[in-house]
């Protein structure tokens, strides 16, 4: 199938471009920097989904993982979502849409606008798998917790702050991008049938109540 995925030059976005590629899909990335995936059925493309979407056919997995964190998170992780999802999501051939999201849509932890980007990210999705139902496609957001990325090496790396987000964590760790490149692929290409959903992999973190009562 034919696969468009924004965010593609590291991280995240970078993982699920090669586990598509892995399975033997052709894979269109859009990112503003340059990509260091050297694949004949990868095609990348340097543009700024807020101000340059050039024309591509026939999109059948729509991928939206470009983001940012305490940057114009609004007009990265919202506005320009919102433009790419319109133009190469919304149309006859579209099989799924994945938007990537994050479980601070859902906590409202972390910086202001990341929180409410993210958070406008879950009720756009619900939007888009109303109108592509038409089509026969899905459309869910997968919404990470902690990731090992070069963004998070300011506190992965810090040993205080980490003991305190492990404390946070029940499962222990973060995931790696590659563990949420799988997630990425079930909910496209695996799933035919959940549809306007949105899917928390944070290792538990979201849920940790502590519960204080006597022994």
């Keep these: 199938m034919i696969v468009l ?30 990509s260091s995936i050297a ?8 543009a700024d989904i807020r101000h340059s979407l050039p024309d591509i056919g026939d999109v059948e ?21 919102i433009r ?19 479980a601070s849509g859902h906590t409202g932890s972390e910086f202001p606008e990341y929180a409410a980007s993210k958070g406008g990210v879950i009720a756009y999705t619900k939007n888009v798998a109303l109108r592509v139902a038409g ?19 300011c506190v992965v790396n810090d040993p205080e702050l980490w003991n305190q987000i492990m404390e946070q964590t029940p499962l222990k ?10 997630w990425a692929y079930f909910l496209t ?4 049938f959940c549809t306007g959903q949105s899917i928390v992999v944070d290792g538990g973190e979201s849920i940790n109540s502590r519960f204080i009562w006597p022994e």
């Design 135 to 153: 089509y026969g496609a899905v459309c869910n957001s997968l919404d990470p917790g902690g990731v090992l990325t070069p963004l998070n090496d």
């Design 5 to 34: 995925i924004t965010g593609t030059s590291q991280g995240i976005g970078r993982a699920i471009a090669q586990l598509f590629l892995a399975e033997g899909h052709n894979v269109i990335g859009i990112d503003r920097q340059a």
């Design 173 to 182: 760790k973060w995931a790696s991008p590659e563990e949420i490149a799988r």
């Design 84 to 102: 790419v999802t319109e133009k190469y999501g919304v149309q006859k051939s579209i099989k799924a849409i994945l938007n990537i999201g994050s």
């Design 189 to 192: 290409v695996t799933n035919t």
């Design 61 to 81: 997995i729509l991928i939206n993982n470009a983001g940012t964190q305490n940057e114009d998170d609004i007009d990265v992780n919202l506005k320009a979502l």
């Design 39 to 46: 694949d004949e059925a990868y095609t990348h493309i340097e």
